[in-house]
């Protein structure tokens, strides 16, 4: 079943909910730009200190005061736009989708995999901060359009190059060298000091004066101490920190993509390599439909591009959600995708379910409660939609859960039954990381230190628990509860509440799951307060019974 790509049904209905958008969009820009003009970013505030800058405070005040009158002058027309916008949410379906012909060629792993009897599987998380700018700004993040523009190159420049591992046998270099450091150039380090989007980015005169060292990352192995690519060699998995995106990752799940004009630039730089695409998930307006109950300013924020087709998708809203993130449509977004391969006479699909739970602290019963219903809406999506001519080779649930393993304040949420449906590579038990796990989140004021602005920086920083510990945001205790982190000979891991797992039961039975590798990569440092996560997984098929094994 292929999916249409407007979420209304025709196009007279699409017709005026762009209208009443159109009349609803000016008022929201001014209100946004009147908060991006007050709220500086760290890095702001020290190119202004660098820079000897003393106009900033009448920019903040006659800037504020020219928008806010637009936007007063600009209300009535989105009042308009509202009555008009508001009843077609009832009619809407709550995602929209991107289809075009795959146009940049990616390295097909699995095309042998009929000899091997084994085929392998990538996948990505990653929460991208990607409200609108004034909001964006009270994490310490800004300029939102620009940003999701250089993410997709970003993005496209990591999983394109090519797979090719060189081991080195010397004694300056014990490690294994990628392309990634030394054979495949690389565009410049991802900071706002030093990327460079377009000639037109707002963002260049930050660029222009901005000391920050150029990585030069084509050069002789032995002369880069720090390979952007480096593996734990204790893990009981093979796990790496990685400068750039992996290469050939057949589904990325997103977070926090809120703003609909940074989904659609996201979804244009991302199109050609992957050609199905799920964005502005989510619902709005008064929900459930008709009521009056909760009204949602924002949608889901999810976003999935995947390789593979998409044949049914379904997305739920968690109707429990409290406080500044009830106003937006958290939920479930739960995708089966056709993998274009076949096993006799069935075919190979698999399952993507990727989610982002309430995010309060001390709210760990609704982050529960959503557990529960998830499981469910999974259940019952994966039920209706299989069919006897099918071979699921993999069912994953990512996100952001909003919660750790290792933070005495979420232990509700780490005993929940969904770790015992799904494996996370991460978790050594309930409350219990193993050893060589990495957090995820950073700390939001230390975003543009030196040591994690760069993909590079912040590799060798994630490598180096001393350092990590300054920038990872560190467990949280129970309130009065003093904090024992970590235990006695056990290493400090930091909150990791962006998770990648997978559920061998719904596998079929002629596979075996195993994960081939996991990865942490930087390349958005600067660009986000999270560390995406990836890994690969690696069915293996039974073999093809023949006339003499039926016998």
Known sequence: MSLRESPFPNFFLEGLHAVGWGLIFPCFWLLDRVLAICISTSLERMLRREMECYLHPLQVVFGSV??????????????????????????????????QEQIIPMEDRNARWEETGKVSFGFLTGNLCMLSDGVARFNNIGHTQNRAAYIGKSIVQGVTRPHICIFVDSPS?????????????????????????????????????????????????????????????????PVEVSALFPSSVDVMCFQE????????????????????????????????????????????????????????????????????????????????????????????VGYINCTHLHAPEGDGAIRFEQLNM???WINEFQAVT??????????VLCGDFNFDNCSSGDRLEQSHRVFEDYTDPCRAGAGREKPWVIGTVLEQ????????????????????????????????????VPLVCPEPDEPWTGRRIDYLLYRESSVSSHGKTELEEL???????????????????????DPQPTDASLL
């Not at 990628?178 to 037109?200: E, K, M, R, W």
């Not at 975003?447 to 990590?468: C, I, K």
Request: proline share 7%.
């Open 386 to 395: 299989r069919r006897e001519d099918e071979m699921v080779m993999f069912d």
């Open 519 to 541: 990865m942490y990569v930087t390349q958005l440092a600067g660009l986000t307060d999270h560390v995406p996560l990836a890994f690969r997984l690696c069915v293996s098929l």
């Open 257 to 348: 993509v809120f703003d609909k004009r940074a989904a659609m630039k996201l979804t244009r730089a991302l199109g050609p390599l992957y050609g199905h695409i799920l964005y502005d998930v989510g619902v709005y307006a008064c929900q459930p439909a008709g009521t009056c109950s909760s009204f949602k300013f924002f949608n889901s924020g999810l976003f999935l591009a995947s390789r593979y087709p998409v044949m049914e998708a379904e997305y739920h809203c968690f109707p429990n959600g409290r406080g500044e993130d009830a106003l937006a449509a958290k939920g479930l977004l739960t995708v089966k995708v056709e993998i274009g391969l076949r096993k006799g006479e069935k075919k190979m």
């Open 173 to 237: 270099s014990c490690s294994t060298i990628t392309p990634s450091s030394s054979l495949i150039p690389q565009a410049a380090p991802s900071s706002y000091g030093s990327i460079d989007v377009s000639a037109t980015n707002p963002l260049e005169d930050i660029r222009e004066t901005d000391n920050l060292p150029k990585t030069n990352c084509v050069q002789n192995c032995n002369q880069h101490k720090d390979p952007p690519r480096r593996q734990f060699r204790d893990a009981d998995v």
């Open 66 to 99: 020219f928008f806010f009158i637009l936007f007063v002058i600009s209300t009535p027309f989105a009042l308009l736009g509202f009555v008009l916008w508001a009843p077609l949410q009832a009619v809407r379906r709550p995602f929209a989708y991107h289809h």
């Open 445 to 480: 004021s230390t975003l543009y230190d030196e040591n994690v602005r760069t993909p590079d920086s912040l590799q060798r920083t994630l490598e180096t628990e001393d350092l990590r510990k300054d920038y990872i945001c560190p467990p949280r205790a129970v309130e009065g």
């Open 374 to 376: 998830l499981t469910k």
